[in-house]
């Protein structure tokens, strides 16, 4: 259970401590991302500095985890991280602790954005479905008419007709990542961008179950989505908590300039992106190959179920695993 901070306390912290951190930010934003542009001790001092801002870090996290102050200090460590322990380009091992170490732990640090893109994108999409269903004439004419004969004569199996999925597969692929990408460049926006797209797409969602609900085809749209949604709308949920963390460093940078805050943040979203664009490619190919074949609701369930508890699993536990295998490395050449 967290501490629960006295008065006073965290600006007492911030002042404290204020000047090795942002002299510790000055020192990331002059490497930009290569250590070797520092001077010798430069990378002597950004190591100190580093292992300071963890210890800070820690007390933080402690004693009052839900303060502005923490996330920006775990943005901090993050990006010294990646320079202190920072390799050749070509380092198999560099690139093995950024999709194991870096990717995961940036997507959890990033949490309570990815809290708030959820309730932007599922939150209307709950208001739309009991609105629609209260009014179906309302919802109906949300929809083009078109649109609507198109969902009413959808059947398992026949959403997607197997001659045209092989050409259909890139267009839904590029299709997503162009909404994904959007929603993350609308935090350039200060975020009002990246909220429409997620108001957007969850309220017609909510609106495409609200007309089928009376002709009782929902649960055939839920069939369809089964395979591919949870990667998809989990995708969609992630860009659009990287334009909110982008527009967060441009309202509240904190104690850094704006700019500092920006690149920052720019980092944390980029990680977080090509994640997304790794989850669309896998949702496109689900989408055109399992979610409209005549394969049964459970294969398709258990898809969707099973693809969404591996990006889990990985953001949960893959940096774990890369630590444990460190660990147990060390203790194997110290014990030789």
């Not at 402690?62 to 202190?84: E, I, M, Q, T």
Request: net charge positive.
């Amino acid at each position: 259970m967290p501490r629960i901070a006295a008065p006073g306390a965290i600006d007492r912290f911030v002042e404290d401590h204020l000047g090795r951190w942002s002299r510790l930010a000055d020192l990331v934003s002059s490497a930009a991302g290569r250590v070797d542009r520092l001077k010798a001790d430069d990378v002597l001092e950004l190591g100190r500095l580093y292992r300071a801002a963890t210890g800070d870090l820690a007390i933080a996290q402690r004693d009052f985890p839900r303060d502005v102050v923490a996330f920006d200090l775990n943005d901090l460590v993050a990006s010294a991280h990646a320079l202190v322990y920072s390799e050749s380009p070509t380092s198999v091992r560099r690139l093995r602790r950024f999709l194991l170490g870096d990717i995961p732990a940036t997507v959890r640090a990033n949490a309570p954005f990815i809290l708030a893109s959820a309730i932007l994108l599922f939150g209307p999409a709950l208001v739309a479905f009991v609105a629609g269903v209260l009014s179906p004439d309302v919802a109906a004419g949300a929809l083009p008419a078109s649109f609507r004969d198109e969902l009413a004569r959808r059947r398992p199996g026949n959403e997607l007709p197997e001659a045209l999925r092989l050409n259909a597969g890139p267009t839904i692929i590029v299709n997503n990542v162009r909404v994904a990408i959007v929603a993350f460049a609308g935090g350039l926006t200060v975020g009002l961008l990246t909220v429409y797209i997620l108001v957007q797409n969850g309220a017609l969602l909510g609106t495409v179950f609200a007309v089928l609900q009376p002709a009782g085809l929902s649960w055939t749209m839920l069939t369809f989505i089964s395979g591919h949604g949870v990667l998809e709308l989990s995708a969609i949920v992630l860009s659009g908590a990287a334009g909110l963390r982008f527009a967060w460093a441009i309202l509240q940078p904190g104690e850094r300039t704006r700019g500092t805050a920006l690149r920052l943040a720019g980092i944390q979203a980029m990680r977080i992106l090509l994640l997304v664009i790794v989850m669309l490619g896998c949702a496109g190919l689900i989408e055109v190959y399992v979610s409209p074949s005549t394969a049964p609701t459970a294969v398709k369930v258990a898809v969707g179920l099973g693809s969404g508890t591996l990006v889990l699993c990985y953001v949960l536990f893959a940096d774990r695993l890369l630590r444990l295998r460190r660990h147990q490395r060390k203790r194997f050449l110290s014990s030789m």
